[in-house]
């Protein structure tokens, strides 16, 4: 996936609320297990490498948002989200 396809999906990602729009509270890295990305939902492979992110939700229903994102998306998403932070 090219730069700018990856740019509209971590865009669109943030403008539909998909993934909260601020830094997630949590990252790891590490060896994709073959989850779906949240951002271009295409599996993170087991020869790729993902971050899985985690959220703190609190509110009515407490509790811990986990999504799993290829590298490169993360930092598409990470650009993203900062290019709206004013
Ligand atoms: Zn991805």
Redesign the pocket.
Known sequence: MDEHTLREKARSVLHNGKLPNRRPDRTWGGPGVGAA?A????P?ARDQMEFEIQFVRDGDSPGLDKYH??I??FAAWELERKRDEH
């Open positions: 990305c951002i271009c939902d295409l993170v994102v290829h490169r998306c």
